[in-house]
């Protein structure tokens, strides 16, 4: 059973995924990040790879991949931080990023070093769904990694379950069709979630974009499995010189 699988056996509700960029705030944060993640109450990692145009990213996100490049951050470094991530890290940890610096990798070399060092599961907002079915999706599945697609409020409900019926592990219920980090009106977002719940999908669901702060996740639990915060981690660790109390601080706020 993967990681992702086993955990929302375990908890179906209230789940935290939190966001880092791969080499923020400095090249060497990764680990130290993750761990802190881990010990201060998230329930998954989602580590994003940092590339130059980041489509789905607001301005805070795009900011930290800009800093982790010019850091030296690559996915071949990254790969090297996580091969003994495991023996520290018990959570699922999901990589999210863009096709571009994946197909330049070489994308079943990508899938084959993931799952290689622990990845349990691939969050790629530019990789079409028929691409997916026709090329990408077999190359995921035979290296036992989870593929999780994005869901807005205008997708509509015939598209949902299709994406939900290619998805494994979670759906990602993008609370707005804008970027990340923006501020958003929760009671909107509550009638889609609540349309969503109705649905009865086959995967779990976590709301992500304006999850930021312990009423934002409450808002979005209560109408979900869970959660995901991403950019107000990311404005939290900013010039932060200990990784540790930081993101120990801003879980408690989110989670107490």
Known sequence: MSRIKDLFERKSNRVLNVYCTAGYPQLNSTLDVM????????????????????????????????????????????????????KEINVPIILMGYMNPVLQYGFERFCKEAAAV????????????????????????????????????????????????????????????????????????????QKLKAMQLNNPVLVGFGIKDKQTFDTACAHANGAIIGTAYIKALEGTNNVAATTKAFLEGVLK
Do not use: C, W
Not at 53 to 78: C, F, K, R, W, Y
């Open 118 to 193: 622990g990845v349990d599961g691939l969050i790629l907002p530019d990789l079409p769904e028929y691409e997916f079915e026709t090329e990408y999706g077999a190359i995921i599945k035979a290296n036992g990694l989870d593929f999780i697609f994005l869901v807005t409020p205008e997708t509509s409900e015939e598209r949902i379950k299709k994406l939900d019926s290619l998805s494994t592990g979670f759906l990602y219920a993008v609370s707005s069709s804008s970027t990340t980090g923006s501020d958003k009106n929760m009671t909107d977002v509550n009638a889609y979630l």
């Open 35 to 86: 761990k802190a993640l881990q010990d201060n109450g998230a329930d998954l990692i989602e580590l994003g790879m940092p590339y130059s145009d980041p489509l789905a990213d607001g301005p805070v996100i795009q900011h930290s991949s800009t800093i982790a490049l010019a850091n030296g951050m690559t996915i071949e470094t990254l790969f090297a931080q996580l091969k003994d991530a495991r």
